[in-house]
């Protein structure tokens, strides 16, 4: 696979997701999410700006609402992405600066810093949201390489630089390798929001542009009852086998050696 294949990779819209946004916004998928969310603003209007706070619960509201049924994961993702779009990044990282923010370990692999997020309520009491939050802090040289995942969703809003993301839809898995196909290469700049889901972009790969970058990941996990609460495997896609309709068979790979090869000036 070369950069070329690429080119038929965009950033999707609503309508990749068989969702009109006039239609959405009108009724369906925006009057589904604010009667499960409770907004009382019209859906033809819906605010330009929420404060930090509700826009974090409103986050566990969704969450809920895809682990008890009522939200489809691509529902979920349409409506993640909207609220990306009420959010003040500003507004957010000053919340954050209230939350309690534990660093983890730098990794051994050449991934970004984590540090898991609890965000806590006017008695300074964890708030129970029903997702896990947390920042990705890169370095430039740092790197998220391709991985696929199981039994979970997630998004990832740029909260400082820009960053290179490139998504495969996972079209099905072999002895070894997953079969995926390119969805998405894009810049995503402060503000602007990645998600994953089984269905869609379940292949995320992440490298900063121009200097430190920062996300902030809203991870749902045991999403399938019964089942592990999340699996998360690395491949290479770049080494993979294009097969004629498009679709790439791309070996399942450690991480360690993921590192190796995705490296920043990839
Ligand atoms: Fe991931």
Redesign the pocket.
Known sequence: MTETDWENAAPASLAMFGIDRRSAMAGGLAALSFALLGCEVSAAKPPRRMAARDWIERQGELARALKGGQVSALQWMAEAERLAEEIDVAELMAELDRAQVVQQALPTTNDPRKSAIRFLDADGAPRKLGYGAALFAFAPHNV?TP???RHMV?S?LVVEGAFRVRNFDRLGDEDGAMIVRPTRDYIARTGQLSA?TPERDNI?WFVPQGGPAMTFDVIISGIDPGEADYE?EAIDPLGGTMRPDGAIRAAKIDFEAASDKYTAAV
């Open positions: 998220i991985h696929g995942h997630s990832h994953m995320h998360i």
